[in-house]
């Protein structure tokens, strides 16, 4: 019989994103393994390439280990569907912050994942919500959002005149030096 192995994943979602000291923390818990990607939660699980090489180096008795729940799925349902794949292949799964490890937790194994799984997918609807609260008071309150404009307001007055005089948007770009991306901007704010 093979002695269990620890095969641990790292996740983080945008490529702007360092996995290091997830990387790091999964050394230090002794996984043998380690698969990281940068990759959306939200990516369907045929995008998300290590995480399938991760779950395809588990055999029975391995126990995978990841940062926390949310590193398997964006929502309960995936988390929950994806634990309850290893607890019947009977590996397991341990999160390095502590409120996982299904290995001493049995038949209640998928229960237990299954109520921390939806009170973490409740608590980032929570987030949102209250994100999304804050960004419409911001905007009540004036503050712009996004990119500021890389025109000024007599460029614009520019680009309408010329625009209005006949010329091609192609020109105009070249005489104010404006890009035509910029030049189709400021037609479309008109």
């Given at each position: 019989m093979t002695t269990p192995k620890l095969i641990g994943y790292a996740r983080v979602s945008t490529v702007g994103q360092d996995h290091t000291s997830q990387i790091e923390n999964l050394e230090a818990?002794?996984?043998?393994?380690?698969?990281?990607?940068?990759?959306?939660?939200?990516?369907?699980?045929?995008?998300?390439?290590?995480?399938?090489?991760?779950?395809?180096?588990?055999?029975?008795?391995?126990?995978?280990?990841?940062?926390?729940?949310?590193r398997l799925g964006r929502n309960m349902e995936g988390c929950v569907s994806r634990v309850a794949e290893l607890l019947d292949r009977g590996c397991h799964v341990?999160?390095?912050?502590?409120?996982?490890?299904?290995?001493?937790?049995?038949?209640?194994?998928?229960?237990?994942?299954?109520?921390?799984?939806?009170a973490a997918e409740l608590e980032r609807d929570l987030i949102l919500a209250r994100t999304e609260e804050?960004?419409?008071?911001?905007?009540?309150?004036?503050?712009?959002?996004?990119?500021k404009r890389s025109y000024s307001a007599d460029q614009a007055s520019l680009v309408r005149r010329l625009i209005?005089?006949?010329?091609?948007?192609?020109q105009v770009a070249k005489a104010t030096g404006l890009s035509a991306t910029t030049v189709r901007r400021v037609l479309e704010a008109a």
């Open positions: 818990a002794g996984c043998s393994q380690i698969f990281s990607e940068k990759i959306s939660g939200a990516a369907p699980f045929a995008e998300r390439l290590e995480l399938q090489a991760a779950l395809a180096a588990l055999t029975e008795g391995d126990t995978l280990v990841i940062r926390s729940l949310d341990k999160t390095l912050d502590g409120r996982v490890d299904t290995a001493g937790l049995g038949k209640m194994a998928k229960l237990v994942v299954g109520i921390l799984s939806a804050g960004r419409v008071r911001a905007q009540a309150a004036g503050v712009k959002f996004g990119r209005g005089e006949g010329q091609s948007q192609r």
